[in-house]
């Protein structure tokens, strides 16, 4: 066998490249003992080229990555403060004032005490103590922050993010608590604004930390707990009256933000009622203490994508990822998080019950009907009119510009399980009853390790999955049933602490109790003719209203329901998108809750509104901002991102400065009232 050897080149060879040479194996081996070098040997020619094997191709990307982002990220500290700023005005143009600089101008400056009430997963929460696998965290973010700690021990992170399943509150040995003062709701993570914005436009004009209070809470408990581990609702009450006494009298402007709506709906009524289980501050106390309470992006009557997060863990974003990747967010590997962990974890937080819709078929619709009847998606944001839209957009009812006629949009049916049950006569469903279905716990029996992964599933048993699916299609009234069909424990303590129906008498003692106190359609707003209320909130943005769910998987210690992302409406349908049909509203609540309540609800002397507190509505169209440059935009009506929205900024600086909500007045995008005038509500 003859191996290739390189000779050595002879001195008229010097400027040529060395030729391989054939020599005979023996040649090769008489060569071991002698002192010359040894015979380098061109080894391709045996073992073939070198692989470029997939562990180096990862290796070599994450290089990349990581080289990258450093490499930008020193450019980004490296160039002056203004330089995005240049950038952005030679392409767009120059850029306007901020509002509190424009405001100034105007000659407005700091008058009424600002309180900003954060809405849920907004505020940070810290660690106070914790097990063993938590040490060196203490007062350290367990959410908020860099959320350094889920990937460093995301079971930790988990344990210590979860509460007690029997009451709702710490488990032993664990107290994580409400990151205090402006920075616990300023930025969600570095560089992502939640109040910044606001805050930085408010010091413009003269504000600063004495003239305004962030009213953390920890947003994971029910209201009325926060007031007896936390004493968080006394805090806000001698907050405010601190501010008040000690700026002249002048009442305080309230700003909530999404769920911190209904903590302060709560807290209005828990600050007049009698101790022990209100604050004892009298009939008269918001009269006294409170201009405005301007809402922003408030789901007063709750969203449908908390009762999706209770009954799958998934929303329109998750469904989508889960169909991408199924297999990273359904499998469990080294404890990293997937659905069932956020399931076992998230059906802990009591607070996020508060969000399940409320009203039932009367606000949301039945099988037939549901007042956003006859929106049109495809061309609804964009055409809408300012002060109300009340007809069809492109003039054709229920038909397509090419005159093809378009299916019916049943948002009435919160939950069908298939499309063709989505938009199927109501006649021709057939509905098998599923709440005397009989439960198995055979899942259990088989691995019980199911019960480490998440609540209830796993007692629900293979009858009691099929009943669920059974029924086929849920309205916003039997969804509750539904709920305490799938997760018993859950629903009985969330049924301590609130409630989803309709008052039918106002004066019955039994709405005394703290349950119904953050449900608009069970209470009644507090006796402060003087005070105003206003709803403040982006349309033109896809939100969810109703859903097309599917059976999962059987495998053990799997979620047994999940979105189904392959139901689509195409061109004829553009509201069902990936199993979701969308409505308008901000992303996250659908114009019908954020809406309702100041458009007709509360306007003028109604049974919820007996003081007559004037209503005002603040509707901001939702426009993108036009390069990466620009962030998250100034014009935004996206739920979070609606806190940079120049427009809402200076009406809330101008109602802080002492304008009033007459001043102001009503600014409607949406068909709000036209939705809100077929709801058949006693007034």
């Excluded at 045996?46 to 094997?53: D, I, P, V």
């Excluded at 439960?439 to 009691?464: F, I, P, R």
């Amino acid at each position: 066998m003859s191996l290739l050897r390189r000779r050595k080149p002879a001195d008229s060879d010097k400027n040529r490249a060395p030729v391989p040479v054939l020599v005979n194996e023996s040649d090769a081996d008489s060569t071991k003992g002698s002192k010359a070098s040894p015979v380098p040997v061109l080894d391709s020619v045996r073992r073939g080229k070198a692989r470029w094997s997939c562990l180096d191709s990862c290796c070599w990307w994450i290089g990349f990555v990581c080289s990258t982002w450093w490499f930008l990220l020193f450019l980004y500290n490296a160039m002056p403060a203004s330089f995005p700023q240049y950038v952005t005005e030679a392409i767009t143009g120059p850029l306007p004032d901020p509002p509190g600089v424009k405001l100034k101008k105007e000659g407005l400056r700091a008058k009424h005490p600002v309180v900003f009430v954060p809405g849920i997963v907004t505020g940070g929460l810290e660690l106070w103590e914790g097990h063993q696998c938590a040490e060196a965290l203490f007062r350290k973010r367990l959410w908020g922050g860099t959320f350094g700690e889920v990937y460093k021990r995301p079971s930790c992170w988990v344990e210590h993010m979860s509460l007690d399943n029997e009451t709702g509150l710490d488990p032993p040995g664990i107290r994580v608590r409400p990151v205090s003062g402006l920075v616990a709701a300023d930025y969600f993570v570095p560089g992502y604004f939640v109040w910044a914005v606001l805050i930085a436009n408010l010091a413009r004009i003269g504000y600063e930390e004495k003239t305004m209070y962030m009213a953390a809470y920890d947003w994971r408990i029910s209201f009325q707990n926060t007031e007896v581990r936390d004493q968080s609702l006394s805090r806000i009450k001698s907050n405010i009256e601190l501010m008040v006494a000690t700026n002249g009298g002048k009442k305080v402007v309230v700003i909530p933000h999404s769920m911190g709506v209904l903590y302060f709906l709560h807290f209005m009524k828990w600050v007049e009622a009698p101790v022990p289980m209100g604050g004892g501050g009298g009939p008269d106390w918001c009269a006294r203490h409170i201009k405005a309470v301007m809402n922003i992006g408030g789901p007063f009557l709750g969203v449908p994508k908390a009762f999706t997060g209770l009954f799958s863990a998934e929303a329109k974003d998750v469904a989508v990822a889960r169909a991408l990747a199924p297999d990273v967010l359904d499998f469990d590997l080294l404890g990293l998080q997937t659905l069932r962990h956020v399931m076992r974890m998230t059906r802990t937080w009591d607070a996020t019950m508060s969000m399940i819709p409320k009203g039932g078929d009367t606000i949301w619709g039945g099988l037939d009907w549901a007042p956003e009847d006859g929106y049109e998606c495809s061309n609804g944001q964009k055409k809408q009119q300012k002060n109300g839209n009340n007809g069809s957009p492109n003039g054709n009812g229920n038909k397509t510009k090419t005159g093809v006629e378009r299916p019916r949009v049943n948002y009435g049916r919160m939950v069908s399980f298939g499309k063709d049950v989505a938009e199927a006569a109501s006649s021709v469903i057939e509905q098998l009853d599923f709440r005397d279905s009989k439960k198995g716990n055979a899942m259990a029996d088989s691995n019980a390790s199911c019960q480490e992964v998440w609540t209830e599933y796993h007692e629900l048993g293979s009858v009691g999955r099929k009943a669920v699916a059974d029924y086929k299609v849920y309205t916003a009234g039997s969804v509750l049933d539904l709920l305490q069909f799938i997760a018993p424990k859950m629903m009985r303590r969330g049924s301590d602490h609130f409630s989803y129906g309709i008052a039918d008498d106002l004066e019955d003692p039994k709405y005394s109790h703290y349950k119904y106190w953050s449900n608009p359609l069970e209470t009644k707003l507090p006796d402060a003719p003087e005070m105003e209320i206003f709803s403040m909130y982006g349309v033109g943005v896809p939100t969810e209203r109703a859903y097309v769910y599917k059976m999962a998987s059987s495998a053990e210690c799997s979620i047994p329901f999940q979105i189904n992302t392959s139901a689509e409406g195409g061109p004829n349908n553009p509201c069902l998108k990936g199993g979701v049909y969308l409505s308008d509203g901000d992303e996250t609540v659908p114009v019908l809750s954020a809406g309702f309540m100041c458009a007709r609800g509360w306007r003028g002397k109604t049974r919820f509104n007996p003081a007559g507190i004037k209503t005002v509505v603040r509707e901001y169209s939702h426009s993108p901002p036009s390069n990466f440059l620009q962030g998250r935009g100034s014009q935004s009506g996206a739920h979070v991102d609606i806190m940079g929205n120049f427009a809402l900024i200076e009406d809330v600086i101008r109602v802080a400065a002492g304008a009033t909500g007459e001043e102001i007045g009503d600014q409607v995008f949406s068909e709000v009232f036209k939705w809100s005038e077929k709801i058949n509500l006693k007034l």
